[in-house]
C-alpha cells in the first residue's frame, strides 16, 4: 500500500510552532483592527455630522481606482481570513493539548491550585470562554449595527442614529459590555503569548514591557468601546 509523504514545507506548516504562529499573526490583525474600530466609534463624540461622514467616506476611500466600497471589502476579506485562522489555530492546538492529557476524561496534574488534579489556568478560561462570548457577541453586532437585521431601539438610515437608538437599551449595553470585558481578558493574554510566540519575550525586563504592553492595549480598547455606550445611555450623548 503506498504511503504519503510530506515535504519539508508541508510538516512544518503542520508543527505547533507553526500553528502558534498563525494565531499570534492572526490576532494582531484582529488588534490593529480594533483600534481602528475604537478610533471610528469615539467619533459619536464630534456629532451626528462627523459620525455619517466618517461612515460614509470608509466606503470611498480609494476611488476611482478602487470600486465603491472596495477597500472595505478588502478589510473584510483579511479580517474574516484573521478571524478563521485564529480559530483554526486555537481549535487545534486545545485537539493537541487533549489528546496529548489522554483525552477528554483525563484529569490534569495536581498542584496547589488544582488538588483534585483539575486545571483552570486564566488564560485557559479567559481565551476560550472568552473567545467563544466574543464570537457570539460579533454576530449580534454585525446583525444590528452593520446589516440592520436586527434594530433595537429603532431602525435608521444614519449609523449615527442606529448608534444612539441601539445604545439607548440598557440590555444592548449590558450584552455590549460583558462581550467587551470578555475582550479585555482576551487581549490581556492574547498580546502577551502572541508576542512571546513572535520572539519578543527576550528576559526579565522584556517580560515586564510585555505586560504594561498587554494592559495597556487591553485596557485602552476596552474603556474605549465602552465610552460611546455609557455615555449615549446615560444621556451624555444625544
Known amino acids: 500500500m503506498a504511503t504519503t509523504t510530506l515535504t ?4 512544518a506548516v503542520r508543527t505547533t510552532v507553526a500553528l502558534k504562529a498563525l494565531m499570534a499573526v492572526s490576532g494582531l490583525i484582529m488588534v490593529a483592527y480594533l483600534l481602528a474600530h475604537m478610533y471610528g466609534n469615539l467619533k ?3 456629532g451626528q455630522a462627523s459620525f ?5 467616506h470608509l466606503r470611498t476611500i480609494g476611488e476611482p481606482i478602487l470600486p465603491h466600497t472596495g477597500l472595505l471589502w478588502i478589510i473584510r476579506v483579511v479580517l474574516l481570513a484573521a478571524v478563521v485562522g485564529h480559530a483554526y489555530s486555537a481549535f487545534k492546538l486545545w485537539a493537541r493539548a487533549k489528546k496529548a492529557r489522554g483525552g477528554g476524561n483525563t484529569k490534569r496534574y495536581q498542584s496547589t491550585k488544582g488538588r483534585t488534579g483539575v486545571q483552570r489556568s486564566y488564560a485557559s478560561f479567559t481565551l476560550r470562554w472568552g473567545g467563544i ?3 457570539l457577541f460579533i454576530v449580534f453586532h454585525l446583525l444590528n449595527f452593520t446589516w440592520g437585521t436586527i434594530h433595537p431601539g429603532g431602525a435608521s438610515d444614519s449609523p449615527y442614529q442606529r448608534v444612539l ?8 449595553v449590558v ?3 460583558v462581550a467587551m470585558i ?4 482576551h487581549l490581556r493574554h492574547g498580546m502577551w503569548s502572541a508576542l512571546t510566540t513572535l520572539g519578543a519575550n527576550t ?3 522584556a517580560r515586564r514591557r510585555l505586560n504594561l504592553l498587554a494592559y495597556a492595549v487591553a485596557g485602552v480598547i476596552t474603556v474605549g468601546f465602552l465610552l460611546p455606550p455609557y455615555s449615549i445611555l446615560l444621556g451624555l450623548v444625544s
Request: net charge neutral; no cysteine; proline share 3%.
Open 165 to 172: 437608538n441601539g445604545f439607548g437599551v440598557w440590555w444592548v
Open 203 to 205: 528576559g526579565a525586563v
Open 133 to 135: 462570548i466574543i464570537l
Open 52 to 56: 455619517d461622514g466618517y461612515a460614509h
Open 8 to 11: 519539508p514545507t508541508q510538516r
Open 182 to 185: 470578555a475582550v479585555g481578558f
Open 175 to 177: 450584552a455590549y459590555t
Open 44 to 46: 459619536i463624540f464630534a
